[in-house]
């Protein structure tokens, strides 16, 4: 068969065997398929899926077009978390040294900011000389020695995904859940992990913003990693609000470290010790999700989550008096406030707009080799279901862009949303996926 022939197979509807898409994917990589021959099939299978078998030889495909690295040398269950996405979303940043201090080594491969939505790794290169373009073999001696590492994707990891993800994202592919799914797992599969937690966002500022959508791709993410023999278990949790009170790169490092010292912010703290919890318990260093919830907690109480956190900024290249002492930091030329236009509560916080205003700050990017302004970013002085009173600050937003100034302030103001009567609270996180099926939190 041809590639056209197989992309003209896709198109129809039909599923394509392990040597078709091994035809497409290796031409690929290769060089011997052309970009517009793959943006095709990308397109054909946006509008007709692929059944779970496809999925699986997919990813399989993409995790072993580079290496897959082996970890087996670190004592211990490796076990890793993907967020699927989200503002304000600075999870892995607490997580990873809670986790690690519970005795369970996190071995982690992160992307950039996508979208409106952040990346971990702008958030930890606004540590004055942290590092993420560590070598495989240094990622390999950095987890040994601390017992965690976030590096980024390296030219040896899943290189069909690096290729085509680009792609992707200029053909309007993206929101397709087997290409998502089998874009992530690849990458995760190849970081020598043996066990994996997912949150999977829905809402306003998630990729996907039904429940239905985030089910489903729960749903083939868990069942990849099980037929790959790692242990996968999912949260779908809510992104309608940001997490936390901070936006932007350095801010939310700022709001991680203290959380780490015991600040309660309690969103990111609720969702840091779920999936903590869960880390803990696939990693076998507690016996239920409750024990490693509380695990987590004692890590933070005791300050030996912080302690992790600051070896880390020291083991990769980072400078942690940034981090002791945050006040050292070059600030924004501009810091303006956005304040409540009537009394009331905060009714919404419109995460996919803050995430967009974001970038208009210079806390994300419009093409991928844009630079970040890695002070640049919002915070936020109100939750939803706070009282506020008219005139009082409901959020501060920073920059160095003198244009930007009045736009972010619309923005800002529209996002923020006040209204009479106290909103009802909404759960955070709203459901569990395992290789049992779907249940409710
Ligand atoms: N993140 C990824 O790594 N890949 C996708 O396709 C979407 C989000």
Redesign the pocket.
Known sequence: MTINEIIRKKRDGAALTADELQRLIGGYVQGEVPDYQMSAFLMAVYFRGMTPEETVEFTRLMLHSGDVVDLSAVPGVKVDKHS??GVGDKISLPLAPVVAACGVPVPMIS?RG?GHTGGTLDKLESIPGFRTDLSIEEYKRVIAELGLVLIGQTKEIAPA?KKM?AL?DVTST?ECIP??AG??MS?KLAEGIDALVLDVKTGRGA?MSTEERSRALAEALVSIGTRFGKETVGFITRMDEPLGYAIGNWNEVVESAECLQGRDVPDVMELTVVLGGAMVWLGRKAGSLEEGMERCRQAVKDGSAYDRFLRLVRRQYGDPSYIVDPSKYRRSRHTETVSAPADGYIGSIDSLELGFTGIVLGAGRTRVDEAVEPAAGILLRKKCGDPVRKGETVAEFSTDRTAAVDEAKRRIERAVTVTPARPEPQKLILSVVDKNGVRPY
């Open positions: 699927t996405g992307g996508l995904d993800y992707r993206v290409l998502i874009s992530i990458k990729f």
